[in-house]
């Protein structure tokens, strides 16, 4: 089943330290931008890709899709001060899909497989995203104290891909911006909307790339995935 997919390549990524745009910045010898964008330049199903931008990015982000064979970027709109700005800029150049995938381009090790039964699942369900059950204990603390232990089985860490029929997404995105709400994610603003958003688990390996420590653990899962010919 086809889709189309944002990504949001305008953040500062000022916890990575790095004095430039952390997708730009090196993994496994190619920018962590690149990487994720081969998985969706690689999958037959996508048939177009978004990139939110800085204005004064968009020439170098032009040259790395010419370097690395990237084509079916469709658009690279200005990206805004928020995420949801960002993914907004895109959805209102796009023309009428059926599914619509919002993923974090920091996220390059997401797999067909869950892409696949996100674009399924949303296809039936409207709205379902990525995530993985929450592996540690969790606290709810209020001002240093540890005021209540959390049950943690029905606590789920979230990632992207996000997945939504393509009016849901745009009708939330549109609603969330007349009234000035800012959301945390593109979920949040279809729940918004009493629309149930459903959850399909996904990988501990679909990292998002933030930090330096992050860097190394993506180095490492690409000298595993390697190792076993992935």
Excluded at 32 to 60: M, P, S
């Amino acid at each position: 089943m086809n889709y189309e997919v944002v990504l949001p390549a305008a953040g500062s990524g000022k916890r990575m330290g790095a004095g430039q745009n952390k997708l730009f910045l090196s993994l496994g010898g190619k920018p962590i931008l690149i990487r994720t964008l081969e998985v969706f330049q690689n999958d037959d199903n996508c048939t177009g890709i978004w990139l939110a931008v800085k204005a004064e990015e968009r020439d170098y982000i032009q040259h790395l899709l010419e370097e690395y064979g990237i084509t079916k970027v469709k658009g690279l709109p200005n990206g805004g001060e928020e995420r949801q700005h960002s993914v907004y800029a895109c959805i209102k150049e796009m023309e009428q899909v059926d599914i619509v995938l919002v993923h974090d381009a920091a996220r390059p090790f997401i797999t067909k497989p869950i892409i696949s039964r996100l674009v399924t699942e949303a296809y039936e369900k409207g709205a379902v995203i990525a995530g993985v059950k929450a592996k540690d204990t969790m606290k709810k603390v209020n001002n240093g104290v540890i005021v209540e232990t959390v049950d943690r089985e029905s606590l789920w860490m979230i990632q992207t891909p996000q997945a939504f029929r393509f009016e849901l997404l745009k009708r939330a995105e549109e609603e969330a911006e007349a009234i000035g709400f800012l959301g945390t994610d593109e979920a949040m603003l279809v729940e918004r909307l009493n629309h149930q958003v459903y959850i399909v688990e996904s990988t501990y390996e679909n990292v998002k790339i933030t930090t330096k420590e992050d860097l190394v653990f993506g180095e490492a899962i690409l000298r595993h995935r390697n190792e076993l010919g992935g």
